[in-house]
């Protein structure tokens, strides 16, 4: 069970965040604007100590478990640029990134959210099966 807190704490980090950013600033939590955003120039000051905190979530972690988790990728840098390009455009066509239609839509009953988080997830299984990762 143990194994489990981390995970639960981060997310219940997140609902807060998303929450409390709602609350106090009237504003979706979802990555992908408040990034683009924060390039346009817009509200530099709230959108920067977001990215910021986004950031500074991996040390806190560390100060708190003692060591960060150990990932390994295996793979080239190529695939992961391309991946992640491929994110970054699918969220500007999706108007919105996991975050902001997966945590804050769904806990909004936004249909429109419902219908995206989903098309992520089938997504997600797809290309894992394709790429062999789900057997």
Do not use: E
């Not at 604007?33 to 977001?50: E, K, M, P, S, T």
């Not at 986004?54 to 060591?67: D, E, I, R, T």
């Not at 299984?125 to 790429?131: F, K």
């Amino acid at each position: 069970m143990t194994s489990y807190l981390p995970s639960l704490f981060g997310g219940m980090l997140l609902g807060l965040s998303a929450v409390l950013l709602l609350l106090i600033n009237g504003r979706v939590a979802g990555i992908s604007g408040i990034v683009g955003r924060l390039l346009g120039g817009q509200h530099a000051a709230a959108n920067g100590a977001f990215v910021l905190g986004l950031l500074a979530g991996p040390l806190l972690y560390a100060a708190v478990f003692g060591s960060l988790p150990k990932l390994t990728v295996d793979t080239s840098w190529l695939p992961v640029v391309v991946s992640g390009l491929l994110v970054g455009i699918g969220t500007r066509m999706g108007s919105g990134c996991t975050s902001g239609h997966g945590i804050v839509g769904l806990a909004r009953l936004s249909a429109r959210s419902l219908v995206a988080t989903a098309a992520f997830l089938c997504a997600g299984i797809v290309t894992a099966t394709a790429m062999g990762v789900m057997k």
